[in-house]
DNA sequence: AGCGTATAGTTGACTATATCAACTATTGGG
DNA sequence: CCCAATAGTTGATATAGTCAACTATACGCT
């Protein structure tokens, strides 16, 4: 099945990865989807994260963040509390199943990672992520 | 906003190609979605093309291909007929509209990877396609 | 021939994902 | 103190993707 086009390559690999994610995130019996996984990962990295700034980390709607940011409140792996000097503000922080569950999370990922960028050097894997780096950038940037 | 990792990479650029894809598919007012793109494009590449064909090349599930196609057909822009030798087999193929439609596509989608690859050197993008193609391939292949 | 099985495609019901618009609550600036 | 701006929530709806059951044709077999 060779790869013509930038096009097709990109949906069939996000496809694939979203799939595989899926799988191995099944397979760690997590209630996760891939969206859930990308809130964890920037509110493990945010200090002072807010559902804010997960909306203009990842660019989805609003909406969207506001119900992940539940689900994951639901299962107990994030707690919000709001911030003393603007109570609009709900700061997201892991709770000590999240911090748990977040540990797990990163070693299933690095399966995937480790699975995806098998008989790739290095340096392949990091140019290609600087190119996709630099794509995303000239799709949000250079919009006229 | 820098992009680490390279799951992060791949979400962010997938979502930011899906708008972008959409938006300039809108601005052509066709009324087509990004998966639309990729069956004529495969129409287009495939002789003798049935929709198992696109199921086999996007991995998608057989239904969401069998609703896409019906939808290009209700569009006028691919028609089917069953092959003489084996009626199971419906083979799809453009109509006029669907020529010129295409043609159209065409341009657009340039406009959009020219976008994308706005100073990036050829080089960069071949090999950026292969290293994905790779991932593609590690993904669906070594799935012990 | 006629039987069973495989294949191509279709459809219904469903789940998941994403988006829009209207809403509340709080804030900071004039 | 009022108003525009901001953070977040919610309901309705749209879009995308999945599963399972079904039809129709074809192929292989004894």
Redesign the interface.
Known sequence: ?????????????????RV??REAINANELGLN?MH??CL?IIA?TQHCTANDIV?????DKAQIARLVKELIKLELVSKCADENDKRCLILSFTEQGNALFSRLEVA?QE??A??????TDQ??R???A??????E???H?TP
């Not at 190119?131 to 995303?136: F, H, S, W």
């Open positions: 099945m060779p790869q013509t086009s930038l096009s097709s390559a990109l949906f069939t690999l996000a496809q694939s990865y595989t994610v891939a996984v990308r990962h990295e203009a980390k990842t660019g989805r990922e995937v990672d699975k995806l960028c098998h008989g790739l392949q894997v140019d290609f992520i190119i996709a780096t630099t794509m995303i000239n799709i949000n250079n």
